[in-house]
């Protein structure tokens, strides 16, 4: 038996590079249509696509009222933009509890994360990459329905006054809906950081975001205690920094919590959580 060895024609690559920062963009697009489930089976679209539909639907109702009867609706019958999180919040922070463990955890339990990393990413560009990609999601649901909310109140007549107002408007919308999403990126990012399965991460991050607002309501509820201990309340802080963001007042009042506390809280937060997730992937051994 003789071998033969033929020429396959192999030629080095000569098109564009795009680098590190085309492979964080193709993380995030991939990260970003596997969280919509696009490209796998129908049972991994239901839980995305019903989430947002339950976040988009008081807003589209609203809009469709104010646009069909606007003389049937009194001052009081629209919510203002910070009490549109009310409607959200729960499709908020289940998105969160959904998204991030199957981006991350998936990752590391199946061995892609050696393939990812034996691209021009590291780990650092990866998490960034993967972070992006949460935020983005989650800021569906915090910016896309407050936006529809602006527009019911413009056909209400309640809406911003002229450009500028609109504007003012506007850039607090996105940057409530910014803040809620980077502090809910971050906390489901820190659970998912400590397992290796999905499962574990979605309960670890729902029990610790109830888990957190039960513990510090109860206490500063039945003890003397300063009522700063509700900054401890991963579920109500966000919304309740929301409300200032949009100058207006929640259930936690200026005077018994102020608006520097609660943004230092949200800080240490998003700090400890990015300590956390590298403290566990810095080390990790990796095979490529």
Same mark, same amino acid.
């Given at each position: 038996?003789?071998?033969?060895?033929?020429?396959?024609?192999?030629?080095?690559?000569?098109?564009?590079?795009?680098?590190?920062?085309?492979?964080?963009?193709?993380?995030?697009?991939?990260?970003?249509?596997?969280?919509?489930?696009?490209?796998?089976?129908?049972?991994?679209?239901?839980?995305?696509?019903?989430?947002?539909?339950?976040?988009?639907?008081?807003?589209?109702?609203?809009?469709?009222?104010?646009?069909?009867?606007?003389?049937?609706?009194?001052?009081?019958?629209?919510?203002?933009?910070?009490?549109?999180?009310?409607?959200?919040?729960?499709?908020?922070?289940?998105?969160?509890?959904?998204?991030?463990?199957?981006?991350?955890?998936?990752?590391?339990?199946?061995?892609?994360?050696? #393939?990812?990393?034996?691209? *021009?990413? !590291?780990?650092? %560009?990866?998490?960034?990459?993967? &972070?992006?990609?949460?935020?983005?999601? /989650?800021?569906?649901?915090?910016?896309?329905?407050?936006?529809?909310?602006?527009?019911?109140?413009?056909?209400?007549?309640?809406?911003?006054?002229?450009?500028?107002?609109?504007?003012?408007?506007?850039?607090?919308?996105?940057?409530?809906?910014?803040?809620?999403?980077?502090?809910?990126?971050?906390?489901?990012?820190?659970?998912?950081?400590?397992?290796?399965?999905?499962?574990?991460?979605?309960?670890?991050?729902?029990?610790?975001?109830?888990?957190?607002?039960?513990?510090?309501?109860?206490?500063?509820?039945?003890?003397?205690?300063?009522?700063?201990?509700?900054?401890?309340?991963?579920?109500?802080?966000?919304?309740?920094?929301?409300?200032?963001?949009?100058?207006? #007042?929640?259930?936690?009042? *200026?005077? !018994?919590?102020? %608006?520097?506390?609660?943004?230092? &809280?949200?800080?240490?937060?998003?700090? /400890?959580?990015?300590?956390?997730?590298?403290?566990?992937?810095?080390?990790?051994?990796?095979?490529?």
């Amino acid at each position: 038996m003789t071998a033969e060895i033929f020429d396959r024609g192999y030629r080095q690559y000569t098109g564009e590079r795009s680098g590190v920062g085309g492979a964080m963009r193709t993380l995030i697009k991939h990260s970003v249509k596997r969280s919509l489930g696009l490209g796998r089976p129908a049972r991994f679209k239901i839980v995305p696509i019903a989430i947002i539909l339950f976040a988009f639907t008081p807003a589209v109702v609203f809009v469709g009222i104010a646009a069909l009867i606007p003389e049937a609706i009194g001052d009081e019958f629209l919510p203002t933009y910070a009490e549109y999180y009310a409607f959200i919040v729960t499709t908020l922070y289940l998105f969160a509890a959904f998204i991030a463990p199957d981006l991350l955890c998936t990752d590391r339990r199946t061995g892609m994360l050696g #393939v990812y990393l034996a691209s *021009p990413l !590291d780990r650092r %560009t990866y998490l960034i990459a993967k &972070a992006l990609a949460v935020a983005i999601m /989650l800021g569906i649901v915090t910016i896309g329905p407050p936006l529809f909310l602006m527009i019911a109140l413009a056909f209400e007549g309640s809406g911003p006054d002229g450009f500028l107002g609109t504007l003012d408007v506007g850039a607090r919308i996105i940057a409530a809906g910014a803040m809620m999403s980077t502090v809910y990126t971050a906390i489901s990012f820190a659970v998912s950081a400590s397992t290796e399965r999905s499962g574990a991460a979605t309960a670890g991050t729902l029990g610790l975001l109830v888990g957190s607002t039960a513990l510090v309501n109860i206490t500063a509820d039945n003890t003397d205690v300063s009522e700063n201990i509700r900054l401890g309340s991963l579920l109500e802080l966000p919304t309740e920094l929301a409300f200032r963001i949009h100058g207006e #007042v929640g259930e936690w009042q *200026p005077d !018994d919590i102020s %608006t520097v506390s609660m943004s230092l &809280a949200v800080v240490a937060i998003v700090g /400890l959580s990015t300590a956390w997730v590298w403290s566990r992937y810095g080390p990790l051994l990796v095979r490529r």
